[in-house]
């Protein structure tokens, strides 16, 4: 996961200077005031209020909300343990080395496929049609990396011992390419 600085306005307290009790579902805040579970919102986000009572004479309610009713709203996703957990190994030595190799492997291919194999769009309706799609258009280019690979990593053998008489060489791989595009999508014409 990528990591996003908080957004939050200069001279007010951030999202983890609330300390977050598991045990009791609630959050603690600097001035070590409660802020109990109120809703969950349709987003998936679950709301912690605090009591206006204990907000309207702390001496750092300036730093923690401006709201008029005076209480400090704090929302944490239901899956916020996750984040958190990824986030902790966003610290660790091993993460800082694979983690440069993103942009290298996963970003590159999706980039290229949104560029090249016109990604950017659906031009199909419904879900099974525009995954069926993109699955074609992920096994050319994995067809094409495994080309290139292979064109990288083998010794030139003699013409006559590969392709048959009659083929080209691009004439032959065109060929082999598209019956393994015909395999991978039956209900398709290709």
């Known amino acids: 996961m990528p990591y996003k600085r908080p957004k939050i306005k200069k001279g007010f307290f951030k999202k983890y200077e609330y300390v977050y009790d598991e045990e009791y579902d609630c959050y603690l805040c600097p001035n070590d005031k409660i802020l109990m579970y109120a809703t969950t919102t349709r987003n998936g986000y679950r709301q912690y209020k605090s009591d206006s009572k204990d907000c309207k004479d702390c001496p750092l309610r300036n730093k923690c909300t401006k709201s008029k009713n005076m209480t400090k709203v704090i929302e944490r996703h239901l899956w916020e343990e996750f984040r958190e957990y990824a986030d902790k190994i966003r610290h660790t030595m091993e993460w800082k080395e694979i983690y440069p190799q993103r942009k290298e492997t996963i970003e590159r291919v999706f980039a290229d496929c949104k560029e090249n194999n016109g990604l950017r769009f659906t031009r199909l309706k419904g879900l099974k049609k525009n995954q069926q799609n993109a699955w074609l258009i992920f096994a050319c280019h994995n067809l094409k990396k495994m080309s290139l690979w292979r064109g990288k990593n083998?010794?030139?053998?003699?013409?006559?011992?590969i392709y048959p008489s009659k083929y080209t060489k691009k004439q032959f791989h065109f060929e082999n390419c598209l019956y393994t595009i015909k395999s991978l999508c039956p209900y398709e014409k290709v």
């Open 154 to 161: 083998r010794r030139k053998p003699s013409k006559s011992s």
